[in-house]
């Protein structure tokens, strides 16, 4: 039972129950006491609707019938759930809300939030980064407002529009060198970077990689209800000698491959390793390991373009493109007996 005091001073209440197989909220307000089936939800959904009472309770409803809720307390309750949804871009939303815009909004109500602050935002970040990566981080600011939104609180009146982007250049990969150079500079994890390199897993995926799902010869990157891959389907991925050797370096003892609680994130421990072992500053992101998977299967010449899709587990091959420029056949002999 959670007891809260209204922001006038009425004692509230509220409590979830679970009846069999099925949740309950029940509160109770100046106007008596209530109940309301949640269905057959997870205990953790069931906890965010009890989260969600309690704010409407604390705070009342606004003017335009909608809640008030702080920035840092709405990331809070929206990561918990995004992180049922889309566990594979969990990692990169969670850094991105919490490390880029938390400094910035975490003193303002979500509804507080003004054109003047998110171009506040893109002026800092415009000299570090570039246009399409702003952009990205944009668009998991929208999203996360947008929910609010469907969620009953108050949020923005303007739209956040992405800035212009006028560069169009190929992924970008790690050489063979400064892939050992990455290996050579962390001393404890060096076969999480080896992996990734090897599979091409999202981090998410490489996050919820269950043991059971790495066989004696292949992995199945498994989307469920609770762990969803990008694309929502599953794939396989052969296990060649890279990833081998560097699964004999994981501890299989427990469900996961990568442990649950771990002092480190990946996402910034690649960082710093990436700038202790002197790889420029453009290639510092995690996900630059995908698309070294990638880029050296097409440099190969050994695997076709839709045979990359597949083991990347893109929905469309318009994505997997981007990787054809690479490709040892790629425009060979387009040009014919052109002779100017």
Not at 198 to 214: A, K, S, Y
Request: net charge positive.
């Amino acid at each position: 039972m959670v007891i809260i005091w209204h922001k006038f001073g009425t004692q509230v209440m509220a409590s979830i129950i679970k009846r069999g197989k099925y949740w309950q909220l029940n509160w109770s307000d100046s106007k008596g006491r209530h109940r309301t089936s949640l269905g057959r939800i997870s205990k953790k959904r069931a906890e965010l609707q009890l989260k969600k009472k309690e704010i409407e309770l604390s705070y009342g409803p606004s003017e335009q019938n909608k809640l008030e809720i702080n920035f840092i307390e709405y990331v809070n309750m929206y990561l918990e759930t995004f992180a049922l949804k889309y566990p594979s871009s969990y990692e990169t939303s969670q850094h991105t809300l919490l490390f880029d815009f938390e400094p910035m909004f975490k003193n303002l109500m979500l509804h507080e939030i003004t054109i003047n602050d998110v171009n506040g935002f893109i002026g800092l970040k415009i000299k570090e980064l570039k246009a399409a990566t702003i952009n990205r981080k944009l668009s998991i600011l929208r999203a996360m407002l947008n929910q609010a939104k469907t969620d009953g609180f108050q949020v923005p009146g303007f739209k956040i529009k992405e800035i212009p982007n006028k560069e169009s250049r190929p992924p970008k990969y790690f050489t063979v060198e400064e892939l050992e150079l990455i290996y050579k500079e962390d001393k404890l994890y060096p076969h999480w970077w080896r992996f990734l390199a090897n599979t091409g897993l999202r981090m998410g995926e490489f996050r919820n990689l269950r043991v059971d799902d790495i066989h004696k010869d292949s992995i199945h990157v498994v989307s469920s209800a609770a762990q969803r891959t990008k694309s929502g389907k599953w794939r396989y991925i052969p296990i060649n000698q890279g990833t081998k050797e560097s699964l004999d370096c994981f501890d299989m003892s427990g469900e996961y491959l990568l442990p649950r609680q771990h002092n480190d994130s990946p996402i910034t421990r690649f960082r710093r390793v990436c700038k202790r072992a002197g790889i420029k500053r453009e290639k510092w992101g995690v996900h630059c390991l995908r698309h070294t998977f990638a880029s050296h299967l097409v440099m190969s010449g050994n695997c076709n373009l839709r045979t990359v899709q597949v083991l990347l587990g893109h929905a469309s091959i318009k994505t997997t493109e981007q990787y054809a420029h690479l490709s040892p056949d790629y425009l060979k002999d387009s040009l014919g007996d052109l002779n100017l």
